[in-house]
T-cell receptor
Framework: RKEVEQDPGPFNVPEGATVAFNCTYSNSASQSFFWYRQDCRKEPKLLMSVYSSGNEDGRFTAQLNRASQYISLLIRDSKLSDSATYLCVPDTGGGNKLTFGTGTQLKVEL | DVKVTQSSRYLVKRTGEKVFLECVQDMDHENMFWYRQDPGLGLRLIYFSYDVKMKEKGDIPEGYSVSREKKERFSLILESASTNQTSMYLC????????????FGQGTRLTVV
C-alpha cells in the first residue's frame, strides 16, 4: 500500500467556490504532515504544516483525522491563482526523506 | 530564505551521453535529495544523502548515481542517458533535526533524444 494516496483530479471549480480534498495515509504512527503546492512547471513549495490540532491560514484550512487516517485541505473563496497541484506528505522527522503522493490538481475557472 | 539552485533549467542530451545534474544549497542543510517527476507518477525519490560522501538509494536508483563531495553540493549522474530518463528532475534539501520539511530547486527538465 502506498504511503499516501490522493485523488489526482482535476478538480474544476468556479472562482469563489469552496473546495476540499483529502489525502489518506497508511502509517498510523504519522503525527504531522505537510501540504505542498506545486504550480505548473515549477517546484513544490510548502503551503502549510498540519498537526493534530489542525491549521488555518487565511482561506486555507487543514485538518488531520487520525482515527480515519486522512488529512484534508479546504480552500474557501477560490481564486484563479489557487490553480495548482496540492501534495500531501507525512512529516517523517528531521533527517528523513519525504515520500510524496501523486498530488491533487485543482483548476479554478472564471 | 533557503536557496536551492539547480545548474540548468532545460537540458537536451543524446542517448548514451553521460549527464551531470548539479544542485547547490546555501543553508547548511545536512540532507539532500534527487527526485524525478513524471505525469501521473508524482515525485519519485532517486537518491538521497544525509552527509558528505554518504548516500542511500531511493525508490528508483537504477541508471543513476550520485556524488556528494561537499556539504552544499549534490550531483546526479546519468551514466548513459536513455530516452526513458526524459523527465523533470528536482533537487531538495532539509535539516537533519526538527521536521523533514524540504526546500526544492527550480527543477531541470531533461530531454534525452
Amino acid at each position: 500500500r502506498k504511503e499516501v494516496e490522493q485523488d489526482p483530479g482535476p478538480f474544476n471549480v468556479p472562482e469563489g467556490a469552496t473546495v476540499a480534498f483529502n489525502c489518506t495515509y497508511s502509517n498510523s504512527a504519522s503525527q504531522s504532515f505537510f501540504w505542498y503546492r506545486q504550480d505548473c512547471r515549477k517546484e513544490p513549495k510548502l503551503l502549510m504544516s498540519v498537526y493534530s490540532s489542525g491549521n488555518e491560514d487565511g482561506r486555507f484550512t487543514a485538518q488531520l483525522n487520525r482515527a480515519s487516517q486522512y488529512i484534508s485541505l479546504l480552500i474557501r473563496d477560490s481564486k484563479l491563482s489557487d490553480s495548482a497541484t496540492y501534495l500531501c506528505v507525512p512529516d517523517t522527522g528531521g533527517g528523513n526523506k519525504l515520500t510524496f503522493g501523486t498530488g491533487t490538481q485543482l483548476k479554478v475557472e472564471l | 530564505d533557503v536557496k536551492v539552485t539547480q545548474s540548468s533549467r532545460y537540458l537536451v542530451k543524446r542517448t548514451g551521453e553521460k549527464v551531470f545534474l548539479e544542485c547547490v544549497q546555501d543553508m547548511d542543510h545536512e540532507n539532500m535529495f534527487w527526485y524525478r517527476q513524471d505525469p501521473g507518477l508524482g515525485l519519485r525519490l532517486i537518491y538521497f544523502s544525509y552527509d558528505v560522501k554518504m548516500k542511500e538509494k531511493g525508490d528508483i536508483p537504477e541508471g543513476y548515481s550520485v556524488s556528494r563531495e561537499k556539504k552544499e553540493r549534490f550531483s546526479l549522474i546519468l551514466e548513459s542517458a536513455s530516452t526513458n530518463q526524459t523527465s523533470m528532475y528536482l533537487c531538495a534539501s532539509s535539516l537533519s533535526t526538527g521536521t523533514s520539511e524540504a526546500f526544492f530547486g527550480q527543477g531541470t527538465r531533461l530531454t534525452v533524444v
